[in-house]
């Protein structure tokens, strides 16, 4: 239950030249782990996360969900890969305006193809891992950043997804509700078994991880040393 990037190099042409997105970009994250990758604008996360979420096709490298060669599958077969075993956290939490918080996960449910008896069931318990017991039939407007966070959070996890990958969990939430965010999804990481990627731009929290890369001009450079490494090296890269 991993996920895994080989190589992976990502180009597309921009006028009468070829930028390189991705430039020969190795990772591998275990279940029960969380890795956060951090960079500065117009370094690569963006293409990263969406190349590990099957969206985007490398140009050359292999991706592993699961132990699954994604090479492997059809647009057919990926569209169900992505549906069953991947949790994705877009940066804004996009709810539906007109459902509850029960019923944002009730929808996900169904389209993952759980039974309908387990689905509600499932919902409140996702809902109050998430710390938003007694707040299920609340539409979107009544609820503060962080719990729509919150929302998103559980909403990815519905299904039981192998790998979870998020964008930006913390970008439009001040310190104290960005703090705990990034200590809701380090906990869901080692209680579901997950393994979980977060690109973040935010510095603050990296201790909540298991994990730090810094990407540069496309490339990943792992701090096994700890994310106080990553800090400097993000700060270096923004100088």
């Known amino acids: 239950m991993s996920i895994s990037l080989r190589d992976i190099t990502l180009t597309y042409p921009d006028g009468d030249t070829t930028v390189t997105a991705l430039d020969h970009v190795s990772l591998e994250v275990a279940p029960g782990e969380l ?37 492997a599958h059809s647009a057919a077969s990926l569209a169900r890969l992505r549906l069953n075993r991947i949790g994705i956290m877009f940066q804004q939490p996009n709810l539906l305006a007109s459902l509850t918080a029960i019923d944002q996960l009730l929808v996900t449910a169904h389209m993952r193809g759980q039974r309908p008896r387990d689905r509600r069931a499932a919902a409140r318990r996702l809902l109050a891992t998430v710390g938003l017991d007694g707040k299920e039939h609340r539409r979107p407007a009544a609820l503060s950043g962080g719990e729509r966070q919150r929302v998103n959070i559980a909403r990815a996890l519905a299904g039981d997804p192998a790998v979870l990958l998020v964008d930006e969990p913390t970008a439009a939430l001040d310190q104290e509700r960005g703090a705990q965010v990034m200590a809701l999804l380090a906990e869901v990481t080692h209680a579901h078994r997950l393994a979980t990627v977060v690109v973040t731009h935010d510095t603050e929290h990296l201790a909540r991880t298991d994990h730090v890369s810094v990407l540069r001009d496309g490339r990943l450079e792992c701090h096994p040393q700890g994310y106080g490494t990553a800090v400097a090296q993000h700060a270096g890269a923004r100088g």
């Open 35 to 71: 890795h956060a990758i951090v960079g500065p604008s117009g370094s690569g996360k963006s293409s990263l996360l969406a190349v590990a979420a099957t969206l985007i096709t490398p140009t050359s490298g292999r991706v592993r969900i699961d132990g699954t060669d994604t090479a």
